[in-house]
């Protein structure tokens, strides 16, 4: 019975194996992955000039999904260790704690990148932000200050108004020339709205991308996890039964 038992205990070993160093490989993966997400999310709430129009148009709540992928990133960092180590060590109370925090950081990553999205898409909760702030431009705009802002926005982007050059004539004001194309002399036809949003979009897409990856792989290292806890529990109970 001995010879008949090495052989699926010897098996069983190689697959622990191929698991455990399949976890690790992916907990490393996941590190670079959580590291790239966290630069990323730092470097955009860092940005000066980026901040400062958030500011500006009172739009800030935009960063409470960078807020929230710049804490679970960082969390997620140092998890990474916590499964190499637990997947080397074979212990299956580590990870066991390790697929809590790997359903966690799903979780998280999931609603921190919902959240971003919605304060940085086109039919999101940015825009009526975005339109308030600029018709209230529009209609002061005669002031030195309104006009600054306007002109800023307006000549960096090419846009005009928030809806678009109408926002001037509803709203009784002289259409600026920063409304108007340098070269055919004619107005801009998108609103500012819509423009910035576009603009904020294509800033979050790749942080957005970074972290459905991240997502991906928390689910990934889950599972393989749970089958290397099996595994190690399989290869338990076969070495005590061998015992008796």
Avoid: H
Avoid at 168 to 174: A, E, F, G, T, V
Wanted: aromatic residues 14%; proline residues 2%; glycine residues 6%.
């Amino acid at each position: 019975m001995g010879i008949g038992y090495g052989v699926p205990e010897e098996q069983l070993e190689k697959q622990i194996g191929c698991v455990k160093y399949t976890v690790f490989c992916f907990n490393i993966v996941a590190w670079m992955i959580s590291t790239a997400l966290f630069a990323l999310t730092v470097w955009l709430r860092a940005e000066p000039g980026f901040n400062d129009w958030l500011r500006i148009l009172e739009a800030q709540s935009f960063y409470i999904g960078v807020y929230v992928l710049i804490g679970i990133s960082i969390i997620m960092m140092a998890v990474s260790f916590l499964g190499c180590l637990s997947a080397l060590m074979e212990n299956t109370l580590a990870l066991f704690v390790f697929i809590f925090t790997q359903i966690f950081g799903f979780i998280a990553t999931v609603a921190g990148s919902a959240i971003l999205l919605q304060y940085s898409t086109i039919n999101s909760s940015l825009q009526p932000l975005l339109d308030i702030s600029l018709r209230r431009f529009v209609s002061t705009s005669e002031y030195t200050y309104s006009n600054y802002v306007l002109t800023m926005i307006q000549e960096n982007i090419g846009c005009c108004g928030a809806s678009g050059p109408w926002d001037y004539l509803d709203l009784r004001q002289p259409l600026p020339s920063s409304c108007r194309d340098t070269v055919s002399g004619n107005a801009f036809f998108s609103g500012c709205v819509d423009e910035l949003t576009w603009f904020f979009e294509a800033k979050t897409s790749w942080i957005v991308g970074l972290a459905m990856t991240m997502a991906m792989l928390n689910v990934i290292c889950g599972v393989m996890s749970f089958v290397l806890v099996q595994a190690v529990k399989k290869e338990e109970e076969q070495a005590s039964n061998y015992r008796r």
